[in-house]
């Protein structure tokens, strides 16, 4: 069955601190791979997606992504973190129209 | 460019009353989708919409959740009767054509359900 997991429910990062936030996916062939961020009160927006080529996805403000096919895992991560990197985060794995959300990891920013 | 409307923000009722929430999509968009989010999980998606007509419903609860996109333009999505378990954010998102993956879904901010 497809799935997908995002082992870390809450992390806190100090600013100015790397990032790295696990996603884990199980699918029958390699799915489209998408990170989204969600503010309080806001809608998701997409920071990055994977379809083919590169495994090192760029996206928005700052953040990539990479694609490890041997470990099923598409991995966010930000070299240095802003307070208002504060949020949701969640990875999403799909299939033609076919999209399903992890839980999500709630990412706190120490000052 | 405006983004996705929904009404209304937050709404509160009790149980076994009807509940309605509104979307209007990005102006042209001819994909529209509504998630449900339930607290401390990701969207679920109940229904999926191109232009006027349902491409996938098949996690919508057809039993008490009703949604419809009349014109292929904005969309209402109904409850009735509510359940304490129909608790969440129900979001909208609409998508520029056909729906598939490779297209990038832009979202609402979200009606928050509060059954009672």
């Known amino acids: 069955a497809q799935s997908v997991t995002q082992p870390d429910i809450h992390i806190t990062v100090s600013e100015g601190a790397s990032l790295e936030l696990r996603c884990n996916y199980s699918y029958g062939a390699t799915p489209y791979l998408f990170w989204y961020v969600q503010s309080p009160g806001q809608g998701l927006q997409l920071l990055l997606k994977y379809f083919s080529g590169d495994t090192l996805v760029q996206g928005i403000k700052g953040f990539e992504a990479e694609f490890k096919r041997s470990q099923s895992s598409f991995n966010l991560r930000k070299p240095s973190v802003h307070w208002s990197d504060a949020a949701e985060y969640f990875c999403?794995?799909?299939?033609?129209?076919?999209?399903?959300f992890g839980a999500g990891t709630r990412l706190t920013v120490k000052p | 460019e405006a983004g996705v409307a929904q009404s209304p923000r937050y709404k509160i009722i009790e149980k076994r009353q009807s509940v309605a929430f509104w979307c209007n999509p990005i102006s042209g968009h001819a994909t529209l989708y509504w998630y449900q989010q339930i607290l401390g999980q990701g969207p679920k998606l109940l229904i999926q919409f191109q232009n006027n007509g349902v491409v996938d419903d098949s996690q919508l609860p057809k039993d008490r959740f009703s949604a419809e996109r009349l014109k292929g333009v904005d969309s209402t999505l109904k409850i009735q009767p509510a359940k304490l378990e129909d608790s969440a954010v129900y979001l909208c998102?609409?998508?520029?054509?056909?729906?598939?993956?490779?297209?990038?879904?832009?979202f609402g901010p979200g009606t928050r359900l509060l059954v009672l």
């Open positions: 998102a609409s998508s520029p054509l056909t729906g598939e993956l490779q297209e990038t879904q832009y």
């Open positions: 999403a794995v799909g299939w033609v129209n076919d999209m399903r």
